[in-house]
């Protein structure tokens, strides 16, 4: 159920791939998952009907996170206790990632691209391993792979829950081996109360990586070194400060790309020259490299090679260049919480530093269109010269007092030297945008969206517009 969603689709190629025969339904059946779906002999049906269910009578129902109850598949199944169903975290902790060594990629940033790393650096280094990646990589060319079954299984680790009627975090059901903590932030506002509440689903994970595994640490992070002591476990720091096991060196960019070295306990591990931005992606890359070599070699990480991250093409929506033009360079992003806009304006500060920066951003994830992260939100937007504020996504279904306040962060934005602008639908922001840096004022400018969904189509038409279609 929901299986045209990116990991819910993936995860039903795996099923596929491990022999099982398999379909599904959804809502709204699109491509590409859907075509890729069909290719994999998967059927797809649109909409639910429970009618349907009870008649092809599955062994098993896998209910996605998106439902809820009021699906009358759901209904259906609880009424009638006719079939057995679980969660997709379930299902995967069953069927695919029992008696591998899993490798769980956490954190509130960079879980896609350090799963998609991981992953690369894995293959490229001589393995065969299996993957599950929620995003759509360019590397590795597929977002899930069964691999061979005595190889390492690479796996994005969410904190968000597992269903609605299983309510841990999705990471709980996926027995790592290795568990990576790239970061640890406030987020999902509908699922959490606070930071605290946070932290204690990350240390719930932690208690369940074996002794003879390891937890991967962001050195550098605030929250992170507030989780207790792991005596129970080995654990390792990675980041840019002398106390980390794993350290980034000497990192720079421009606006062909970054570079930066490692190094492993003191001593030179190699460099990367790549194409990939920002000392997040660094970071990022920092912590695939180790948890791929502590895979291979669990006294030396270093046994897998970085040369290999110099030809890494990055994972789609994540700073993703849609248009290069002389004067205007258009990014889109899946940024939705304010340190990933901080991290990647501050960025793209530097890689294009003779450049209007502009940034678009829609108030869009359950957690951004309210005013639970508001003030950081004005903080990092704050670093662009000009910001363009979207629709705030459901707006209808929150009280004023709860709903992002787009007047308060224009104020903000203006008191603060930023240009801001806002319009009543994404439509009509559109429009705005157009009038005010197509074809611009001479001066070269980058446009950036952020959104973790569509913005109503606005970056597609946007970048038809750059380049001179109708």
Not at 24 to 50: F, K, Q
């Amino acid at each position: 159920m929901g299986i045209c969603g990116t990991a819910m689709g993936n995860a039903a190629l795996l099923a596929r791939a491990a022999g099982h025969e398999v379909s599904g339904a959804d809502a709204g059946v699109y491509p590409p998952m859907s075509d890729v779906l069909a290719e994999a002999g998967i059927t797809v049906h649109e909409g639910y009907d429970a009618e349907r269910l009870a008649q092809l009578a599955p062994d098993l129902v896998v209910v996605g996170n998106a439902m809820s109850r009021g699906n009358p598949e759901v209904e259906w199944l609880l009424e009638s206790r006719a079939l057995r169903f679980t969660s997709l975290p379930a299902l995967l902790a069953e069927t695919v990632l029992a008696g591998r060594r899993n490798l769980v990629i956490c954190g509130t940033h960079g879980k896609t691209t350090t799963t998609s790393m991981t992953a690369f650096l894995l293959r490229e280094n001589g393995c065969d391993p299996g993957f599950l990646i929620g995003g759509v990589p360019l590397d590795p060319p597929v977002g899930q792979h069964l691999g061979a079954l005595d190889d390492p299984f690479v796996i994005e680790g969410d904190e968000y829950d597992s269903a609605f009627f299983d309510k841990r975090s999705k990471f709980i059901h996926y027995a790592p081996h290795i568990a990576v903590l790239n970061n640890l932030e406030f987020d999902h506002a509908d699922i959490f109360r606070d930071l605290v509440d946070v932290e204690r689903t990350f240390r719930h994970l932690t208690r369940i990586v074996p002794r003879n595994g390891f937890v991967l640490l962001n050195g550098d992070d605030a929250n992170l070194a507030k989780l207790d002591d792991m005596p129970w476990t080995q654990v390792l720091r990675v980041g840019v400060g002398e106390h980390n096991d794993v350290r980034i060196v000497d990192f720079a960019e421009s606006g062909t790309g970054a570079s930066f070295g490692l190094q492993w306990r003191g001593r030179d591990w190699g460099r990367v020259e790549w194409v990939i931005a920002g000392l997040f992606n660094a970071r990022n890359a920092a912590m695939a490299a180790t948890a791929a070599g502590l895979a291979l070699n669990p006294e030396d990480p270093t046994v897998v090679s970085l040369a290999p991250l110099a030809k890494f093409r990055g994972v789609r929506r994540r700073q993703e260049i849609r248009v290069q033009q002389e004067k205007l360079v258009v990014i889109e992003d899946f940024g939705h919480h304010p340190t990933a806009l901080d991290q990647t304006l501050r960025s793209l500060r530097a890689r294009y530093p003779e450049y209007v920066l502009t940034a678009v951003f829609e108030p869009r994830s359950n957690t951004a269109r309210t005013r639970a992260l508001e003030e950081p939100f004005m903080h990092a937007l704050a670093l662009a010269d000009e910001v363009y504020l979207g629709a705030v996504n459901r707006a209808e279904r929150l009280s004023e007092a709860e709903r992002f306040n787009r007047e308060a962060v224009m104020a903000y934005l203006t008191g603060h030297g930023t240009e801001a602008h806002t319009a009543e639908t994404n439509g009509k922001l559109l429009v705005k945008l157009e009038v005010s840096t197509l074809p611009g004022d001479g001066k070269p400018r980058v446009v950036v969206f952020f959104t973790n969904g569509s913005f109503d189509g606005i970056i597609d038409a946007f970048v038809k517009m750059a380049a001179g279609e109708s």
